[in-house]
C-alpha cells in the first residue's frame, strides 16, 4: 500500500533552517510528481512546493520563494523541502501527498514550530 512518511519537524528560533524529508513506499516513486503542503492551526491546507518525477521543474508558494528548496533523491524514494530563514508564520504541520490517478494520498504530517 501507499505510504508517504514525513520526518525532521521541530521547535526552532526564527531565522533557523530545517530539513524535511518524506519517505515514500507502495508506488513508482520516480515516474510521480511530489509535493509538499503545510496547514496551520485554524487555517487551510495550503500548498508550500511541488517538484516533478525527474526534479527538473519545481513550483513554489509566493510566501516561500527564495527561503524554501523542495528536490528528490529517486534512488532513496525521499522528498525533501529544506526551508531556511523560517519566520513565525511558518508553524505549521508539513504534508506530503501524491495523486495517483485520481486518489490523494498524504503523509501523517510532521509538526514545524517556529518560536523563540
Known amino acids: 500500500q501507499v505510504q508517504l512518511v514525513e520526518s525532521g519537524g521541530d521547535l526552532v528560533q526564527p531565522g533557523g533552517s530545517l530539513r524535511l524529508s518524506c519517505a515514500a513506499s507502495g508506488f513508482t516513486f520516480t515516474t510521480n510528481v511530489m509535493s509538499w503542503y503545510r496547514q496551520a492551526p485554524g487555517k487551510e491546507r495550503e500548498l508550500v512546493a511541488t517538484?516533478?518525477?525527474?526534479?527538473?521543474?519545481?513550483n513554489y508558494a509566493d510566501s516561500v520563494k527564495g527561503r524554501f528548496t523542495i528536490s528528490r533523491d529517486n534512488t532513496k524514494n525521499t522528498v525533501y523541502l529544506q526551508m531556511n530563514s523560517l519566520k513565525p508564520e511558518d508553524t505549521a504541520v508539513y504534508y506530503c501527498?501524491?495523486?495517483?490517478?485520481?486518489?490523494?494520498?498524504w503523509g501523517q504530517g510532521t509538526q514545524v514550530t517556529v518560536s523563540s
Open positions: 517538484i516533478t518525477s525527474a526534479g527538473s521543474t519545481t
Open positions: 501527498k501524491v495523486r495517483l490517478f485520481r486518489t490523494e494520498y
